[in-house]
C-alpha cells in the first residue's frame, strides 16, 4: 500500500529541546516536502527537497532543518523549538503524472506542542 | 496578498442541496491545480484536479477559469459525508504547492 509515514503523531516538548520528526515513503518519489498547518492560515510549505541531498527552503523556513540522505526518508528538525513552532505538520511525497500533473501523498500529522 | 484565497465559510447545507466554492489565486504561471478535502485532525486527501476543460467526477465538478485565475467546486447532492474542509491547492514548478485555508462545509440532515 502506498503511504507516507509520519512520527511521533503527538508530541510535547520544552522550548529549547532538539526533537525530530520523521517522514518515510514507499513510492519512490523524489520530491518531498514539509509543511505546517496553522487555524486560518492554511498549510505553508517549510522545507522541500527535489532528490537525494537536494533540498530547499519554502516560505516559512525559519528555526527548521531537513536532511534527505536516502530518497525514502525525509526528517524534519527543531534544533530549539519555540512555542510558535507549535502547529499540526504534515509531510508530503509528490508524484509527477502526465501532462507534468503533480499530485501530493500526505503523511497522517504531527501534532507539536512546545511548551 | 495571499498566493491562494478562499472563502473560509462555515457553509451550511441541508443534504440534497447543491453547494458551490470557489477560489483565486494569485500567480498566473501556475500550472496545475486540485481540491483537496480534509477531514478534521486528518490529512488532506486529493478530491480531483481541475483541469481547463473542466472535469467531473460523479457528484463532483471542477472549473478552471485561467483568464479570471479562480477555481470552482459544486457538489451536486450533498450527503452527510461530505461535510469536510475543501482545499484549494495550486501547484507551481512541481514541487510547490500554495495552499487555500479551506472552506468548511457543513451538510444537515
Known amino acids: 500500500e502506498a503511504q507516507v509515514t509520519q512520527n511521533p503523531r503527538y508530541l510535547i516538548t520544552v522550548t529549547g529541546k532538539k526533537l525530530t520528526v520523521t517522514c518515510s515513503q514507499n513510492?519512490?518519489?523524489?520530491?518531498m516536502s514539509w509543511y505546517r498547518q496553522d487555524p486560518g492560515l492554511g498549510l505553508r510549505q517549510i522545507y522541500y527537497s527535489m532528490n537525494v541531498e537536494v533540498t530547499d527552503k519554502g516560505d516559512v523556513p525559519e528555526g527548521y532543518k531537513v536532511s534527505r540522505k536516502e530518497k525514502r526518508n525525509f526528517p524534519l528538525i527543531l534544533e530549539s523549538p519555540s512555542p510558535n513552532q507549535t502547529s499540526l505538520y504534515f509531510c508530503?511525497?509528490?508524484?509527477?503524472?502526465?501532462?507534468?500533473?503533480?499530485?501530493?501523498?500526505f503523511g497522517q500529522g504531527t501534532r507539536l506542542t512546545v511548551v | 496578498r495571499k498566493e491562494v484565497e478562499q472563502d473560509p465559510g462555515p457553509f451550511n447545507v441541508p443534504e440534497g442541496a447543491t453547494v458551490a466554492f470557489n477560489c483565486t489565486y494569485s500567480n498566473s504561471a501556475s500550472q496545475s491545480f486540485f481540491w483537496y478535502r480534509q477531514d478534521c485532525r486528518k490529512e488532506p486527501k486529493l478530491l480531483m484536479s481541475v483541469y481547463s476543460s473542466g472535469n467531473e467526477d460523479g457528484r463532483f465538478t471542477a472549473q478552471l477559469n485561467r483568464a479570471s485565475q479562480y477555481i470552482s467546486l459544486l457538489i451536486r447532492d450533498s450527503k452527510l459525508s461530505d461535510s469536510a474542509t475543501y482545499l484549494c491547492v495550486v501547484n507551481f514548478n512541481f514541487n510547490k504547492f500554495y495552499f487555500g485555508s479551506g472552506t468548511k462545509l457543513n451538510v444537515k440532515p
Open positions: 513510492m519512490n518519489h523524489e520530491y
Open positions: 508530503a511525497s509528490t508524484s509527477v503524472r502526465d501532462r507534468g500533473n503533480t499530485e501530493a501523498f
